[in-house]
């Protein structure tokens, strides 16, 4: 799908696809974050829009600098961390477990 | 042990330092002792640092003199203080990222590069300031305040790694290790007037780096010459089992070809590299073909079509990892937290306050970019046009051995300059962000002073894994301006 | 096997997505122990927590399992990338799960069901695993209602081979010897214990309805399902509640749907339209998994005889049908090599199948009576020497005993062929005696001859052979 290229300038991202994006990406922005943010990410969606022009149509998408295949390591154990350790680190621990407020609001 | 010596007496440079340590010539102590008086005097004003490790220095420094003592090798780096940037994993000591969300943090264990730099005999002095996890190129979106710019406090040391290029800059290390997405160690060391080196993507291990794009970043040393460069990245580099994007072979060896000059080499100009940098960058660049035109290079014009896409690229790639390298930062298993009544409260409560501005404004364009609907459209997209740029660069090194751009497009700016219109910051990365995403190696070296007198510096590319010929460049480069 | 499903004129049409644990000494990302059952938080490591910094490293034995699985379902193993599936849940340490997308390392295989149903395997993917929460305060440990949740990340890491079958399921029945079957393959590949019971094999319900020829209808997924008999049910009560709808002129919504074992049925999870954007891009941290010809040629060629194939060995040795309950029974507990020793050894195969079958549950796939011995003992039985009863006696010596010398024992016994003037008149005594029974089985009731039979074993003290027993009644009545 592509970006629709002739849009005028500030319509580049909307008010509702930033709560949206905000929203997957567990962020709360204020009303006027929002607002801010969709001028800002318009902006810059805006200069990016550049790179609609190029003619791509044979070429395969790159994810990695590096052509190396096939990293493995062998099936071996290694030492673990100390539980006791890594709980006194974490913001809330009981009974050797990590402890999180109700799971609700989230897929099940 | 002679009387403590005075500060003109010892060495500064990394190669120095070990050479004088090894060999009983020096003590780390006192090398040690005269980089924290050096701190002492002027971190107050430049904020290099978010944590000065002074007493763990003395009793690493105290080891590697009594190691001397007793005949044992202390090893390649003996007695070089190093800082390292927040983002890299020091276990039990706090690692920030210069992020709220990870104030106070101690990492359970070390990045590979801290412990190859502890075994090499360096001596960990502090860890060092950065825009809040990598993201931004003036140091100004600390969560912990900016760093200020050793040459002229009233400006940036550039960024993300600002505070380690600002460390050697002002003498408070004798090297550092900074990390490089889209440039965060190259620009940083143009602006401060050192050299900062990109090393190829996977020849230094990313385990303990804590990721910004995982596909992107390196990390890399900032040091006062190259071939105290040269030294560091020998002792970082080399394959990692704990990285599975770890090149496999061993570290770089670079030191001995340094001065075999660049006679007979293709430096190629960029003849439609993209506009921006300033008269007086420009001029330094000119005048850096004519040095190398000198040495007896052959210099080669050549086209790179897609260069100027990169900015576009990067700004939908970068942010698309980081969206999801930061969506572990829930508060659930380390870090920050702020309480809820249900865990999906707690993840918003957290994130929201935890990050600051310009993070947020990155993940949010990253999800947007990885998005159903806008996928194809935006990061599909961006890595086709990365493999047009890594094409266009490949059919350039066919003709040019190495090639020369402007690092940063203008000298140090003003704190506050480019703040309130991101856009205009994300311009400053226009020069290095192709490295990244070609995966091929650049160094900044400086390169004479510009406007204000403020440091130039000159970037060399390479192609991937030929590190070897970019030095040559550089330390010809850092010969001819030292004239 | 029921062959056919309907319910008010429409079929179900069913795929199962099965998640297997593999048996790995460590994780898939990490070197921490694979172990099911330690104290919580004690196999971890920065990988596993993902923490900052942390990078995965793919375990090659896992990948070695996953073609193994593969290819034992007739998969394709072919170049494979690894993805992020990006989700916040407590369990999920790096908010995001590494799994296999655009590019699974098995595709396109398939299974066959005893009864010769061909479900076709669509892919086959490496991902790992969650850890896991517990619900504190509330009712029954479920979600809703709790006070907090504890986690443990011991499971998290862990690798799973996800098996995504077509939808060429058709009937209750063959979806519980699907899942018996592909448990079966798993467990002699040496891919994964399976055990639904204990979680180290999870499956999942896609089920739809439709009229017979009609296209496909909405599908609904079904979670929590248990055990085998929970497929078989699960799916019923979904395709019948999906008819209920069709046909009171309602749509289906396509949605997850979990199953509640205690009231027999499914209730809303979350709608798919609800469902989270899971942006799936290429793992940057991982590269690509490639196995060359010469690795998969050796897991091939390592591949243990499956089950379909044992079962079709032992019919043909045995002479029994394909998908007879003894075939199934003793393959699946692996004494199927077993049978076939006695039979090399000189005995009936056809007796040693019963007997082991009926005798040997307890025994394991190696059992402790020597293969000779029960050979033994079948070619007593089939040179008449020893009458079925009697060689069930025999038997449960050579058990307790752990094998033994027949004649011997049958000797010991006092076990002796009876001659047929013997026989007879033992036979003509129990006439004699039973008039009443006599009667009654001269004039065409069959069930009278039970307790003459049973007047001649009793006279013989069980060593008469019953069938020869009611051959000569026959033989006395038709003259009579």
């Known amino acids: ?108 | 042990m002679s009387d403590s010596p005075s500060a003109a007496e010892l060495p500064t440079s990394v190669g120095d330092i070990a050479w004088s340590v090894r060999n009983n010539i020096t003590s780390a102590a006192d090398v040690l002792e005269r980089h924290l008086a050096t701190i002492d005097e002027r971190e107050g004003d430049i904020h290099a640092f978010n944590l000065v490790l002074a007493d763990e220095a003395r009793a690493r420094a105290a080891e590697i003199d009594d190691a001397v003592t007793v005949g044992r090798d202390p090893g390649p780096l003996a007695g070089v203080p190093i800082a390292l940037k927040d983002n890299l994993c020091t276990q039990g000591i706090p690692t920030t990222c210069s992020s709220k969300i990870l104030d106070g943090w101690r990492p359970p264990y070390d990045a590979t590069v801290v412990t190859r730099l502890r075994d090499a005999g360096a001596i960990v002095v502090g860890k060092t300031n950065l825009d809040e996890f990598a993201m931004g190129s003036s140091t100004e979106n600390s969560a912990f305040g900016a760093t200020r710019n050793p040459h002229d406090i009233s400006r940036v040391p550039g960024g993300s790694s600002g505070g380690s290029a600002a460390a050697v800059a002002a003498g408070f290390a004798a090297a550092s290790l900074g990390s490089d997405t889209g440039g965060s160690i190259r620009q940083p060391a143009a602006l401060c007037g050192v050299v900062g080196v990109k090393p190829t993507y996977g020849a230094v291990s990313r385990y303990g780096l804590v990721a910004f794009a995982s596909s992107l970043d390196q990390i890399g040393p900032f040091t006062h010459d190259v071939a105290d460069a040269a030294l560091v990245l020998e002792a970082i580099s080399g394959h990692d089992q704990m990285d599975s994007t770890s090149i496999r072979q061993g570290p770089l060896h670079l030191s001995r070809q340094l001065d075999m000059g660049v006679a007979g080499l293709r430096v190629g100009r960029i003849t439609d590299l993209p506009e921006g940098a300033s008269p007086d960058v420009a001029a330094r660049l000119d005048e850096a073909f004519d040095a190398l035109r000198d040495a007896g290079a052959e210099i080669v014009d050549v086209e790179v079509p897609a260069f100027g896409y990169g900015l576009t690229a990067y700004y939908l790639i970068a942010p698309a990892e980081a969206s999801s390298n930061l969506a572990r930062y829930d508060g659930v298993r380390f870090g920050h937290r702020v309480e809820a009544p249900d865990t999906n409260a707690m993840y918003m409560a957290t994130r929201t306050d935890g990050f600051g501005a310009e993070v947020k404004r990155r993940i949010m364009l990253g999800t947007y970019a990885l998005s159903a609907g806008y996928y194809d459209a935006y990061y599909g997209r961006a890595l086709r046009v990365r493999r047009r740029i890594a094409a266009d660069f490949a059919a350039a090194y066919e003709r040019a051995d190495v090639l020369l751009t402007p690092a940063s497009p203008t000298v140090a700016f003003h704190l506050g300059d480019k703040t309130s219109d991101p856009m205009s910051m994300y311009l400053c990365d226009t020069y290095t962000i192709p490295s990244n995403l070609t995966g091929d190696p650049a160094l900044s070296v400086p390169f004479g002073t510009g406007d204000d007198g403020l440091p130039v510096g000159v970037q060399v590319l390479a192609p991937a894994l030929e590190e070897s010929r970019m030095f040559r460049t550089a330390a010809e480069l850092e010969r001819r301006v030292r004239k | 096997m029921n062959e056919t499903w309907t319910f008010n004129g429409y079929e179900m049409v069913v795929g199962l997505e099965v998640h297997v644990e593999l048996a790995t000494r460590t994780k898939l990302f990490s070197a921490s122990p694979n172990r099911f059952g330690d104290e919580p938080n004690t196999n971890i490591d920065p990988v596993t927590l993902g923490l900052p910094g942390a990078l995965p490293v793919l375990n090659r034995q896992a990948v070695e399992l996953a073609m193994r699985l593969g290819l034992a379902l007739d998969c394709t193993v072919q170049r494979s990338t690894f993805a992020r599936k990006n989700y916040f849940y407590p369990d999920m340490p790096k908010a995001y799960q590494i799994s296999q997308y655009d590019e699974p390392i098995c595709v396109d295989g398939w299974l066959d069901l005893p009864g010769s149903i061909r479900v076709g395997i669509e892919r086959a993917h490496l991902e790992e695993d969650t850890g896991k929460s517990t619900h504190v305060g509330g009712s029954g440990g479920r979600i809703h209602g709790s006070d907090f949740s504890l986690i443990d990340f011991n499971r998290a890491g862990v690798p799973l081979v996800e098996i995504v079958s077509r939808p060429d399921i058709r009937t209750p029945d063959q979806a519980k010897a699907y899942v018996g079957e592909l448990r079966a393959i798993l467990v002699a590949v040496g891919a994964s214990d399976a055990k639904m019971e204990e979680g180290s094999m999870r499956v999942d319900a896609n089920v739809s309805v439709r009229l017979p020829g009609a296209e496909f209808g909405t599908r609904c997924e079904i979670k929590n399902v248990n055990s085998v008999r929970s497929v078989g049910r699960a799916i019923e009560y979904e395709a019948q509640r999906q008819v209920g709808m069709l046909e009171a002129g309602e749509v289906i919504r396509q949605e997850t749907r979990h199953w509640d074992e205690n009231d027999g049925r499914t209730h809303t999870l979350r709608s798919k339209e609800d469902a989270d954007d899971y942006r799936y891009f290429q793992e940057p941290d991982l590269v690509v998994v490639d196995p060359d010809a010469e690795w998969i040629e050796r897991v091939r060629a390592g591949l243990p005889m499956l089950p379909a194939a044992r079962r079709a060995r032992l019919a043909e040795v045995t002479g029994q049908a394909l998908d007879a309950e003894a075939i199934l029974v003793v393959t699946e507990r692996g004494q199927d090599a077993y049978v076939l020793a006695v039979a090399n050894a000189g005995g009936d195969a056809g007796r040693a199948l019963v007997h082991v079958k009926e005798a040997f549950a307890e025994q394991g796939d190696a059992p402790i009576v020597p293969a000779a011995d029960l050979a033994g003992l079948t070619r007593l039985e089939v040179d008449g020497k020893l009458t079925a009863t009697q060689a069930k006696q025999v038997l449960a010596e050579f058990v307790t005993n752990g094998g033994g010398d027949a004649e011997t024992i049958a000797a010991a016994k006092g076990f002796e062929a009876m001659d047929t003037g013997e026989l007879e008149s033992m036979v003509d005594d129990a006439i004699e005696s039973q008039p009443d029974a006599w009667a009654k089985f001269c004039a065409g009731e069959g069930k009278a001859m039970g307790a003459l039979v049973g007047a001649v074993m009793k006279a013989s003290k069980g060593q008469a052979d019953g069938k020869a027993v009611s051959a000569l009644l026959e033989q006395r009545r038709a003259v009579a």
């Open chain 1, 1 to 108: 799908m592509r970006a629709v290229a002739w849009l005028f300038v500030s319509d580049r991202i909307t008010p509702e696809a930033v709560a949206k994006v905000a929203k997957l990406a567990r962020l709360s922005l204020s009303d006027d974050e929002l607002d801010q943010a969709t001028h800002q990410l318009s902006a810059m969606l805006d200069h990016f829009a550049d790179i609609d022009a190029l003619d791509l149509d044979d070429v395969e998408p790159m994810t990695h600098p590096t052509p190396i295949a096939n990293v493995m390591r062998e099936d071996i154990e290694m030492d673990c961390l100390d539980r006791d350790e890594v709980l006194a680190a974490a913001p809330a621990a009981e009974d050797g477990r990590f402890r999180v407020p109700p799971i609700l609001g989230l897929d099940d």
